[in-house]
Every structure is written in C-alpha cells, then in structure tokens.
Nanobody, 123 residues
Framework: QVQLVESGGGMVQPGGTLRLSCAAS????????IGWFRQPSGKKREGVASIGNRDGKIWYADSVKRRFTISRDNAKNSVYLQMDSLTPEDTAVYYCAAGAGGITSRAESYPYWGQGTQVTVSS
C-alpha cells in the first residue's frame, strides 16, 4: 500500500521558516518525480515546486522562487520543502505527490498524494 505522509507544518510569524517533510512507504521515491502543492482555504490547489527523479531538474512557482527549496534524500525515502521568508500569502494546506513522469506543476500527473499539512503564517 502506497502512503505519503507530510509533516512539519504549523503556525509561524511572517518572515519565519518552516521545513516540510514527505515520507513514503510502499514506493521508492527515488523512482518518482515529486511535487509539492498547496491549497489555501477556499482557493484552487496550485503547484509550488517539483523535483525530478533522476535528472536533477527542479521547478518552482514564481511566487516561491528564491524563498522555497525542494530537496530529496533517496536513502531516507523522503522529500523536503524548506520554506523561508514566509508571508501570510503562503498560508495553505501543503501536499506532496509522487508521479512517474518528469517534473510538472500539473496535479493530474501525480497519482500518489499525501493527506496534507497545514501551514499558517500570521502575526
């Protein structure tokens, strides 16, 4: 049974930092492209970052470039999203997803999803 579990969410003040983790069981993340997505309350889900499985390619949404960093540790079967300089606009439920294709922001390209972790940025 494939399972992705996000952790590391919480509440932080503007300008703060969080590191999200995505741990997998039932599949080897190193064989998959991984995407991080977020969905603010009442809004559409959007792609945040994606990392390829073997080609080292990385994509970021314009809204998070130079603030967020995606990385993977295949030995730990985990993927991370380092989030710096957080703003209230980053408040959302964050999801990790795994797909067999290349990096993409298209949610439909990822068949495997975690349950999400809440990130709240507020003073």
């Amino acid at each position: 049974q494939v399972q992705l579990v996000e952790s590391g969410g919480g509440m932080v003040q503007p300008g703060g930092t969080l590191r999200l983790s995505c741990a997998a069981s039932g599949l080897r993340l190193g064989n998959y492209a991984i995407g991080w997505f977020r969905q603010p309350s009442g809004k559409k889900r959007e792609g945040v970052a994606s990392i390829g499985n073997r080609d080292g390619k990385i994509w970021y949404a314009d809204s998070v470039k130079r603030r967020f960093t995606i990385s993977r540790d295949n030995a730990k079967n985990s993927v991370y999203l380092q989030m710096d300089s957080l703003t209230p606009e980053d408040t959302a439920v964050y999801y990790c997803a795994a797909g067999a294709g290349g990096i993409t922001s298209r949610a439909e390209s990822y068949p495997y999803w975690g349950q999400g972790t809440q990130v709240t940025v507020s003073s």
